[in-house]
């Protein structure tokens, strides 16, 4: 099974700062990458890259995927208390399942 | 309904004894994962259905788990002769598998059973 592996596991930063996720997949046929946000128990879905869309925007967050290097980041500006949250990669394998990162837990404090 | 409903939120159990856990999924929704989150780690893939059928249970970790899905909709998590390694949160997540290509790789999760074995 290929794996997904996330830095760093843990950070923490003022309000205001800029964070950069990291997310790196190993792959032979690469179908979707997926990542989600989990505050309390259920994760929410955040973006979904594929191979004909590199790059995706939703206000301050941003995500790329870099399939040469066979890595996405996710990029958060302006960071607020309410991003605070464990960030999870995911890849689609096999019959649609997700395979998952250990989850980056991102913590701002005011 | 609007959402993944799962419950219990919480469970706690004995050793040894069997719980049962339930997935109602979006409605319209015929493809429903089961996952496991053990304290920091990743989520864990345990099984999926189409429908009422179970095409890969391969992340079931022993015999003593089993689920099933009826009418293709509800699905139930049983874990027999519980151990306190399976104490975790059990996540479900439901997809369509018609409309927009986008739609159809997106899977919508419930908030979870806790699961506490004593």
């Known amino acids: 099974e290929d794996k997904v592996v996330q830095s760093p596991l843990s950070l923490v930063v003022h309000e205001g700062d800029t964070v950069t996720l990291n997310c790196s997949y190993e792959?032979?046929?690469?179908?979707?990458l997926l990542w989600y946000k989990q505050e309390k128990k259920a994760p929410t879905f955040l973006f979904m890259l594929?191979?004909?869309?590199i790059e995706k925007k939703s206000g301050r967050l941003s995500s790329i995927l870099d399939k040469k290097e066979l890595s996405s980041i996710l990029n958060i500006t302006a960071t607020q208390t309410g991003d605070s949250a464990i960030y999870l990669c995911?890849?689609?394998?096999?019959?649609?399942?997700?395979?998952f990162g250990q989850g980056t837990r991102l913590t701002i404090n005011p | 309904g609007a959402g993944v409903s799962q419950s219990p939120s919480n469970k706690v159990t004995e050793k040894g004894k069997d719980v049962e856990l339930r997935c109602d999924p979006i409605?319209?929704?015929?493809?429903l994962y089961w996952y496991r989150q053990s304290l920091g780690q990743g989520l864990e893939f345990l099984i999926y259905?189409?429908?009422?059928?179970?095409?890969?249970k391969s992340g079931l970790p022993s015999d003593r788990f089993s689920a099933e899905r009826t009418g293709g909709s509800v699905s139930t998590l049983t874990i027999q002769r519980t151990q306190q390694e399976d104490s975790a949160v059990y996540l479900c997540?439901?997809?369509?598998?018609?409309?927009?290509?986008?739609?159809?790789?997106?899977?919508?999760f419930g908030a979870g059973t806790r699961l506490s074995v004593l």
């Open positions: 792959v032979t046929n690469f179908r979707s």
């Open positions: 997540a439901s997809r369509a598998i018609q409309g927009a290509s986008k739609a159809k790789n997106i899977q919508y």
């Open positions: 259905f189409q429908g009422n059928s179970a095409p890969d």
């Open positions: 409605s319209g929704h015929t493809a």
């Open positions: 995911s890849q689609i394998q096999g019959a649609q399942k997700l395979v």
């Open positions: 594929t191979s004909s869309g």
